[in-house]
DNA sequence: GCCGTTTTCGGCCCGACTGTTTTCAGTCG
């Protein structure tokens, strides 16, 4: 997939466009093909050579041409031109926050700024702050800018922000002034990362509410406390905007700052060709605001149905919403059981009795122990004796839950030569095998895959791609490939709902659910506590457009186990 | 550079905030 790469190039050649002061809308346009081609869950290279590039929104007869030159040939002549024409370093401090094109561009040429060294010294020395229009506090911002910059402003996942903004709307939610209070931004929209965390409250007084935020225990710094925001810096440098609208707005700005940007550009141009307006107050025609108190009056009076905030990166959803035909998306409530957790018998935290309360406690039918297999040494995986013994104790179990049902499993590992880590009678004695890769991630993995898939006895491929959020590439891996080979063995795939993990993502589950492959939504539980993870999983799986019956976990536990049943006679016969 | 039952040319989302200004530019979301 050269997907991210044609994109990064996109997104550097705006930068640089944007900084040589370039028309605006032609620097929008790179960016947005940019982001388009980011979004796209096909390959790329697949669509040119079916010759259709100019039928991907965004891509022109221009950036078509760009893309094409790039895949014949390995190069882009204007991207090198482009880039060649300003030194990257220079570049790069554009992420600087408070810092943009404009400054840099006048910081550049009149004192010969080049990168991030030169760049501290005209602010030490106050050349900076003598340049036309700029002043004192602008070079403050912009090192506050640097700063943070430096402790690298780097999106976290969802993970780790979900529960910043939990502990705030707990804290705010009870407080006499604030009528209500949601997340807004790429959280509420699930994404796996987040970089700003927002929160938005209905008030008739925002300077107060916005004072008891800054005033919240976790705040280390604040950036502003004014009338409408409020912008924190909490535990680990992390950035939270607290944003206080009129009760009468709140619809409307919760639409406007739940983004994404390009669905909301999109909704606001169909909303002109109406004549009608829509900003964070309202939706208007002319002088008379039609609505803004309720998100959904926004949809409705341009005539399509609300749309999950999870479906909103303009990616198709806004034509469906227009034809009333938005798919109905799995929600939290939907999943009966967790497939895939992980006990004391290897390096899980927890009994097996311990995960049969927890599970019931969050309302699930059944829950699936799938342990390490016996090569993992480092998880303690079990040898098949182990492993018999553990599948003894489920059984016994079992008799006296009444209902709930414990799934003896495994997560056996792929070998390095495609073998699994158990022989198939082992396997035969489980209720449910998941395969996957621990070892060896650049060898042959796609092969590996695709062998451990055509084996009868597994039913599931967990964390297909092996990706980390907190860094790690993943395996070298042909995901097209391994969703191919699902669908012809019909394997289950994973969403790992691990924070960290998210694997498959959303464009793959959303190509994984187009090839007809049924998916699995699994915490990977070490602890307890992990099980709560699942809410990450079923993120994942709203933004690709899941609706239940995809995703097995949402079936009663007998027809997951017919799947199984189901997959051994297809390869059978 | 993209795009079109308003246009193949002339548009391209919209407003707040900040700091620097005396009417506005830059940055952000």
Known sequence: MKNREIAEMFERMADVLEFQGEMPFKVNAYRKASRVLQDLDQDIEEI?????LEKIPGIGSGLAKKIDEYLRTGRMTKYEEVVSQVPSELIDLMQIPNLGPKTLAMAHKHLGVRDLD??????????????????????????????LFEQSQARISIGEAYPIVEQIIGQLKSHPAVLKISPAGSLRRMKETVGDIDILVATERGREVIQEFVRLPQVQDI?????????????????????????????????????????????????????????????FRGEEKLGGKEEEEIYHILGMDWIPPEMREDRGEIDLALQHALPR???????????????????GHSSIPELVEAAKERGYEYIGVCDHSQSVKYAQGLTPEKLLEKVEEIRRLNEGLNGFQVLAGAEVDILGDGQLDYPDEVLAELDIVIAAIHQGFKQNVTER?????????????????????????????????????AAETGTVLEINAYY????????????????????AINTDAHLIDHLKMMLYGVGVARRAWLSPEKVINTWPVQKILELRKRKQQRLAG
């Open 223 to 283: 950036l502003a406390a004014g009338e409408t925001k409020g912008s924190v810096l909490v535990q680990g440098g992390r950035q939270v905007d607290l944003r206080a609208v009129a009760p009468d707005s709140f619809g409307a700005a919760l639409q406007y700052f739940t983004g994404s940007k390009a669905h909301n550009v999109h909704l606001r141009d169909l909303a002109k060709r109406d004549g009608l307006k829509i900003n964070e107050y309202g939706i």
């Open 48 to 52: 040119w050579r079916a010759g259709e």
């Open 118 to 147: 030169s760049l501290k010294k005209v602010i030490a020395d106050g050349s900076l702050a003598g340049l036309p229009g700029m002043g004192e506090k602008k070079v403050q911002n912009i090192l506050r800018g640097i700063q």
């Open 329 to 347: 998306l799995i929600t939290l409530q939907d999943i009966r059981g967790d497939l895939h957790v992980h006990s004391r018998y290897s390096d």
């Open 500 to 519: 960290d993990r998210l694997d498959l993502d959303d464009a793959h589950a959303r190509r994984a659910a187009e090839l007809g492959v049924l998916l």
């Open 449 to 485: 895959i695709l062998a451990a898939m055509r084996n009868p006895h597994v039913l599931i491929v967990a964390h297909p791609t092996g990706r980390l959020l907190s860094g790690r590439e993943g395996y070298e891996v042909d995901v097209e490939a391994v969703l191919r080979g």
